[in-house]
């Protein structure tokens, strides 16, 4: 009898079987590739678009009820909304028992050792680099405290974000450096009961932005946080004369200390930040501060005059030291053949926005030394 030929041949149902697995997981494979780049399409869409609230709809394109459900689900909470949940974590942990928390009004406090030394030079990085010691740290030596800087390199755009961070505080917490939102290093000695003072607040890189009169927008959202990680990499070793006045019962055990601690979530091109600042800096800010006037800063252009701004504020409003000093103080490294044409045309900046009455510069430099005496203006100090 012979076989018909419509009949199945051995192994021919097995191959059948294999090509069709095989046609399924390329379906598969191709499937997830659209879907992959789909995905990269939608990441790598501008931020821009969603913050100004322009979708498809603004340039004219139609939106189905799709992708309106999806791009809801993209956007998420508002950035206002992820504060407040924030806030009341904290909340939810000062009711736990962890820690206490009081509100603050800060205005334009700034510690007035900060004011005196070099930690924010008005140089480039390339110039700090090359002043760098053996252990990478930037070495600094003023009449007012010596002293190593180590991290990140910081330049007067950092301290700028530092000062705005200071003013955007909201609470001050006390409790153990083990229960607090970040802990507290164990550089520091404080009672018994191990009990710190922080200084903390919780806010989004456009409140941040927004406070220093910058655009908000994402690049300058990304400028912000990566400021931020810097001072949270920053490590400070200090010697004062006045220990007591400026440590008072906070023995740091020879170490070094953080200006503050950066915890941060990021979402988009924006991001929540939490700050908190250590027991040091808070006891600066309330019993050892200066005065900086955030108006007239905000106004300046020059870094150099950024910089003096800051160092006089800390001084009398008729202040006469000798411009070496004050440039070792403020982190003008410059030749002393060079300084004066480096410090005038700051100088003539502060003058200019009506914030310095009068300055002069006596002296040769040669036989004297070149003397600086400045005159401020008293004027009640801007919110």
Request: net charge positive; proline share 5%; aromatic share 8%.
């Amino acid at each position: 009898m012979v076989p018909s030929t419509s009949a199945t041949r051995p192994g021919q149902k097995e191959q059948k079987t294999a090509m069709s697995d095989d046609n399924r997981i390329l379906e598969r494979l191709r499937s997830c590739q659209e879907l992959a780049k789909a995905r990269s399409v939608e990441r790598n869409k501008p931020a821009d678009d969603h913050a100004s609230g322009a979708g498809p709809t603004a340039r004219g394109e139609s939106t189905t009820s799709q992708d309106k459900a999806r791009q809801a689900r993209r956007q998420g909470v508002t950035s206002s909304k992820r504060v407040s949940r924030a806030a009341r974590k904290i909340f939810r942990q000062e009711q736990m028992g962890l820690f206490t928390s009081v509100p603050i009004q800060p205005s334009n406090e700034y510690p007035t050792l900060l004011a005196r030394l070099p930690l924010f030079p008005p140089t480039t990085t390339a110039v700090q680099k090359a002043l760098l010691d053996k252990d990478n740290a930037l070495p600094f030596s003023t009449c007012f405290g010596t002293g190593r800087r180590f991290g990140a390199m910081l330049t007067i755009q950092d301290e700028d974000v530092l000062q705005a961070t200071a003013r955007l505080r909201t609470h001050r917490l006390q409790g153990k450096g083990s229960l607090l939102p970040i802990k507290i290093q164990q550089i520091f000695e404080r009672g018994a009961e191990g009990q710190y003072e922080v200084h903390s607040s919780t806010f989004t890189l456009k409140q941040l932005c927004d406070e220093l009169g910058w655009t908000k927008c994402g690049k300058n959202y990304r400028v912000a946080l990566q400021s931020l990680r810097r001072l949270n990499s920053v490590v400070v070793e200090l010697e004062v004369a006045k220990k007591e006045r400026y440590f008072g019962s906070l023995a740091t055990r020879g170490a070094g200390f953080k200006l503050l601690d950066v915890a941060w979530d990021l979402y988009r091109d924006e991001g929540i930040v939490y700050v908190q600042f250590n027991p040091l800096v808070v006891m600066w800010l309330e019993k050892e501060f200066t005065y900086i006037n955030w108006n007239v800063r905000r106004r300046l252009r020059s870094p150099t005059a950024r910089a003096l701004h800051r160092f006089l504020s800390s001084q009398p409003a008729v202040y006469r030291k000798e411009l070496l000093a004050v440039a070792n103080a403020v982190g003008i490294w410059q030749e002393p053949r060079r300084l004066t044409s480096v410090v005038v045309p700051a100088l003539e900046e502060l003058v200019a926005i009506g914030w310095l009455e009068s300055y002069a510069i006596e002296g040769t430099g040669r036989s004297t030394p070149k003397v600086l005496t400045t005159v401020r203006l008293k004027k009640a100090h801007d919110a």
